[in-house]
Every structure is written in structure tokens, then in C-alpha cells.
């Protein structure tokens, strides 16, 4: 099993969590799938990690949740709201000034 | 999964000032994801105990997801937010601000019930009485106790919040002259303190009746979670 770094991750983890968001509705456990798939298994985290994150965009009125049982199981669908659509966009905003400020940063060390 | 598998982990999210409902939550949530890669490694042809220990394994230790949820302030109780409004202010304004309005609502109906006996006004007016006395100081202490136990929260701030409801509920005083010929009735509540060894003898038995009433039940509460703390254990301890 590839090995977790929980310290790069933590903050990314909103970013992807929106982004998906976003797109369409989903529980948990598809959410877990689809980060995984999206990042190419590079960012691996505990899937139940997401949670307390989810719980909290929630909170803060990002997302928007509703609960269905299937097979028995319950199920919690989140998507994305109208704010946590415009956190998304901020948030693409910064991460791409971060990447573009280090790839810069690695790139003079490169050539130094 | 077993169903206490969880119960370790629901104690230190409390502990950590979680709030009950988001922890309810939470476990539901990891509970089915559990569930849910417990098919997944099952489907993948791994027998039932790897599969349950890769399961809990992909779903993070206990240690990440509870440094995960604290990370999220807005899960937090307020009880664990704003310890000294909630556990100490809270409880003695709720029981000051419940005994004014069941007095106020005494006094507004007042008009309306003039064709009530004075038997009947009595009965009313002395159950009024009591609720202010005794009965809300304890509800408000029973109310903070829950709260404090539930929340797992430390106890100098819901200890202060005590003592003051407490000594506000003993405080108050409620008075009643019934009406007689010719003279009217009056009806008279407020808080006072009085250096006289009668009243505070008083004072100090309506103290302690409510501060043994939350102790009471503070101590039932502590061994009903102690208990569920040990089912938990038991359940995680091989052999």
C-alpha cells in the first residue's frame, strides 16, 4: 500500500473535495474512489479523512448533504453549493499562483 | 465490523470537544465506508479477518481521523468553544430568565382567571412556587450536568455554573398574600440575601438539595459512560 503524506495532503484535500463536488453528487465511499482516481493514486489518505472535511464545508455552507438508504445501508450525498463553487474558484485561483511560484522556484535551482 | 469497533474512537472525538451530534455522524459515515471496503477486499478474495483489518487500515487510524476532526473548529460544542459563556453564564441566566417568564405569565393571566376560586388559584399558585424554588434550579442544574457529561467536557466552568445556579436558585425569594376583605392580594418574587441565621439556614438547605440533586445525577451519567467505555474495551481486548 503506497505510504500516506497526511502533511501535503491536509490542505489539498478541500480543493479536491470541491472540485468533485462540483461535478455531481456523492457519498463517501465514491468520493474516497474518485480522489484516488483523479490524482492517480499520488495522494493517498485515510479514506475516512474525508469526513470531519466534508462535515465542516458543510458547516461552513459549501456543500450541501441528504441522507438515502441503500441496500440497507445508509448513504450521505454531498454536492457542491453555489459558495463552495466560488471557495472552488478561489481556491483553483491560489493553488495554480502556489504551483506556478514553486515549479518557478525549482526551475532557477535547476539551472543554477 | 463489530459494532463497538468505533467506541474507542467516539470517546476521544467527544473528548476532544467534538460535538455529539457530528460524531454520531462521523461514525455512521465510517461505518459504512468500513462496510463498504470490507466487500471490496472480501470481493478481491481476502478471508474475513485480513480483509477487516485492510479495511479499518484504509480508513486511517484513530489517530488521524481524530487529529482530522479537531483540525475543524465549526464541529466543535459550543461547550467546547465558549466554555465560560455556555457552562458558567448560561446556566444561571436560563434559570433567571425561565423564572421571570413563568412569573410573568402568572401575572398576565391574572385578569382572565378572576372567576377561578381561590382554592384553585391557590393550587396554581403554589406549583408557580415550587417550579421557581426547587424546580427550575434543578432542571437548569440536571440540564447542565447532561450537557457537561455528554459533551465530556472538563469541570471547572460547568462546576462554577453549578454553584451559581445553585446559589441564585436558593437566593430567590417568592412571596404570596392572599386577598382578603377589603385588602387586595399581592404576589412578590425577586433575589435576596439575608444575613439572618433562618433565612440562611434556608438558603443553604435549597443550595445543597440542588447541588445533591446534579451530583446525583452527574455520578449516574459517569457510570453509565464508564460502562460503555468498558463494553468497548472488552470488545477490542483479544482473548
Known amino acids: 500500500m503506497p505510504r500516506r503524506n497526511s502533511t501535503f495532503t491536509s490542505g489539498v484535500s478541500e480543493l479536491l473535495i470541491l472540485r468533485l463536488l462540483s461535478e455531481r453528487e456523492m457519498y463517501g465511499y465514491e468520493l474516497a474512489k474518485a480522489v484516488q482516481a483523479v490524482t492517480r493514486r499520488e495522494i493517498r489518505l485515510g479514506e475516512g479523512l474525508l469526513y470531519p472535511t466534508l462535515h465542516a464545508l458543510e458547516l461552513e455552507g459549501l456543500l450541501r448533504s441528504r441522507r438515502e438508504s441503500v441496500s440497507g445501508r445508509p448513504r450521505i450525498y454531498y454536492r457542491a453549493t453555489a459558495s463552495g463553487r466560488k471557495r472552488l474558484a478561489k481556491l483553483m485561483e491560489q493553488w495554480r499562483r502556489a504551483s506556478a511560484a514553486v515549479s518557478s522556484a525549482l526551475g532557477e535551482k535547476a539551472h543554477a | ?239
Not at chain 2, 454520531?24 to 461505518?31: A, D, F, K, P, V
Not at chain 2, 440536571?142 to 466552568?157: E, H, N, Q
Open chain 2, 1 to 239: 465490523m463489530p459494532e463497538n469497533e468505533f467506541a474507542s474512537l467516539k470517546e476521544r472525538l467527544l473528548r476532544g470537544g467534538i460535538a455529539p451530534r457530528q460524531v454520531e455522524r462521523l461514525l455512521l459515515e465510517l461505518r459504512t465506508h468500513a462496510a463498504a471496503l470490507l466487500d471490496e477486499e472480501m470481493a478481491r478474495g481476502q478471508p474475513l479477518e485480513v480483509a477487516q483489518a485492510v479495511a479499518r487500515s484504509r480508513l486511517g487510524s484513530d489517530d488521524e481521523i481524530v487529529r482530522k476532526a479537531l483540525e475543524q473548529p465549526a464541529l466543535k460544542s459550543w461547550g467546547a468553544r465558549w466554555p465560560v459563556v455556555v457552562c458558567a453564564l448560561l446556566p444561571p441566566v436560563g434559570l433567571l430568565a425561565l423564572s421571570v417568564g413563568t412569573l410573568s405569565a402568572l401575572v398576565s393571566v391574572l385578569p382572565v382567571g378572576q372567576h377561578l376560586s381561590q382554592a384553585s388559584w391557590e393550587r396554581g399558585v403554589w406549583l408557580i412556587a415550587w417550579l421557581v424554588l426547587y424546580g427550575f434550579p434543578i432542571l437548569c442544574s440536571f440540564l447542565l450536568v447532561r450537557y457537561t457529561v455528554t459533551r465530556r467536557l472538563g469541570l471547572p466552568w460547568p462546576l462554577i455554573g453549578l454553584l451559581l445556579t445553585a446559589a441564585l436558585g436558593a437566593w430567590t425569594t417568592f412571596t404570596v398574600a392572599w386577598p382578603q376583605t377589603g385588602v387586595q392580594g399581592r404576589l412578590s418574587a425577586g433575589v435576596g440575601f439575608s444575613t439572618d441565621w433562618v433565612a440562611l439556614v434556608r438558603f443553604g438547605l435549597r443550595w445543597a438539595t440542588t447541588l445533591v440533586a446534579a451530583f446525583g445525577l452527574y455520578v449516574l451519567m459517569r457510570r453509565g459512560v464508564q460502562a460503555v467505555d468498558r463494553t468497548g474495551d472488552a470488545m477490542r481486548t483479544p482473548g
